[in-house]
């Protein structure tokens, strides 16, 4: 053994004299000395780790192979065997790699010791008796300083390790094809549903879901995949697991793609008004005082609270005419950890529009608009979820037409997104056909605001050849049943929409919309869509009363508009549990306090879907992150 150590120390010998000519400092050649040493044998740790971890990749099959052969050893050998062959691991990979540096770590060790042994220099004996740091003379051993830094260095690299093993896990344990990101921050284990269209959804039981540092889904992991022991073993022992609990489950965070911020103090207010008794003697006084960002402040901040404590990661919002209140709310979804997209309110036309609120010319709306355009960009670079600005005209009857096609050209020229009112009732539909000649469609289209970024609210009146414009040029129809209910006086047909093609969202549509919740949307789409299917004057015969047959829409088409319809409106990846989706989810509690949704060992997960959608509310939240990031729900 001395022999072989011998071998080893010798050149070692050499390279710390050559060291210590070109440095003259004995210490700091012994430092580099041994920082070399680590270098060149870093490769072989590699190697070694890579081994290890290819082997524990495969321990789960190995212990299936043993528990089926369990009775035949010579089978269970053979099929062991053509495993390792299979997956290109090797039993003793990790063995040989230490087998090598040992020798070498040995006269490392050894030369440090006793550097005379196996170096005949005159200029080292001398060397080796300096001083270095704290050390009177390096040729004696220091009992105190040196091993209790030693013992602080091992429990950092113990710590470490652990943080890196499970990292390399991630990096090389690619078996099945799927590539793992090294930045791996937290996994969670439990039972999630996401629609995968109109009319499906997906049940993802006992699923592993690994969240990167940017808050994207690096993969979602099933039980029946090999890697998934040793996933949750190493995230476990990493402290990055969230489990969830019996009757919990993972849903999708709710997209909500048409919100009136200002007139969040008003919900539940004035709704048995008409809509123009409901807009200028309730609603655009409301809106002006918003002017007082103060005030503006207090009710954005409760907003914002309210919608993320409802499961809504994303939202859509109608700011005010002024710009310091918009600036105001977009600070707040930034603090507050939600996805936002305003909109300063564009309305100038004095015949439609009250002197107290409006802007003042169409010129002054359009650089107001650029301001916040650009004022979002530059928020956006500044924060973990997306704050983007969206060109707002309130709906064609307040814009004059100058600013309308300004505001195109804007959407045009920074690449915006675009929403506004198209078609909600009669009196809109008349007003823009006797104006332009055209259908609210084709005058958005016309102004350069019908665009594949363009989200419409409501769109109740379409015609079948407005229905294909949308479909067209990529447009998006924010479908808000509760205010079609109390102020459009019609039901949007869904469902012929959706079989169209068309992208259908949902929406709230705070305040004519009367609820935060996208719960209670989702179940007023439901019950609209049957409403219309069947009409409703009851001394009619069926044939009479109106209905549209085959207009019915369920709870997948809903939780489908709540979450990926949402998303394909905005142009994100979100609203699934697929690999590279933005992580925007909530837990939905069973079991929460004065929870109204039951479990009973009769329903199956699908029927739990079911039960969530249609007795889901606020309380039942009680985790939510965005962007992977926990946020308070307050």
Known sequence: MNTIIGIFAKPLGYLLVALHNIIGNYGISLIILTTIVKVCLYPLYIK?????????????????IRQKYANDKETMNIKIQELYKQEGVNPAGGCLPALIQMPILFALFALLRDPLSYIKDNTILIASHESFLWMADLSHPDKWILPILAGIATYISFSISKYTSFNYFLLFNNRSGVTFLTNCSSVIRGTAFHSTGPDSFDILED???????????????????????????????????????????????????????????QVGKALDADLPVWLNDHTFPLEAAYKNTDFAETIYKDLVRTLLANGTTTAQYFGSVHNEPNKVLAEICASEGQHAYIGKVVMDLPSQCPDYYRDPSPQAALDATEDFLTYCRDLNGRTRQDIVGVVTPRFIPTCSDEVLYGL???????????????????????????????????????????????????????????????????????????????????????????????????????????????????????????????????????????????????FRQAFYMATVGGATALHVNAGQFRKGCRFDAFVFDCLASQSQTRQYDTDSLADMLQKIIFTGQRQNITALWVSGKPVSLH
């Open 408 to 554: 195109g050209d804007l959407a045009r020229h920074y690449d915006a997104p675009v929403q506004s009112h198209c078609s909600e009732g009669d009196w809109e539909h008349a007003h823009v056909l006797e104006r332009t000649g055209l259908s609210d469609t084709q005058a958005h289209l016309k102004y350069g605001l019908l665009t594949n970024k363009t989200t419409l609210a409501h769109s109740v009146y379409l015609s079948d050849s407005d229905a294909a414009l949308y479909k067209e040029h990529g447009a998006a129809i924010a479908h808000s049943p509760l205010s079609n209910i109390l102020f459009a006086g019609a039901v949007c047909p869904v469902k012929r929409r959706l079989e169209q093609g068309l992208s259908i969202s949902l929406a709230t549509d705070i305040s004519a919309g009367y609820t935060p919740s996208m719960f209670d949307s989702m179940r007023q789409a439901i019950l609209s869509s049957r409403l219309l299917s069947t009409g409703t004057d009851f001394s009619k015969s069926p044939v009479e009363r109106g209905g549209i047959p085959h207009s019915v829409i369920d």
């Open 207 to 265: 699923h592993l879901f690994l969240i990167n540092e940017a808050g994207v889904l690096d993969d979602v992991v099933s039980p029946k995949d090999d890697r998934y022991d040793n996933i949750l073993r190493q995230s476990e022992d990493k402290g990055s697991l969230h489990r969830l609990k019996s009757q919990q489950y993972l849903l999708p965070g709710f997209i909500d793609t048409h919100v009136h911020a200002p007139q969040w103090a």
């Open 48 to 64: 070694q780790m890579k081994s290890t971890i290819g082997a524990s990749a495969i321990s789960g099959k190995i212990k299936q």
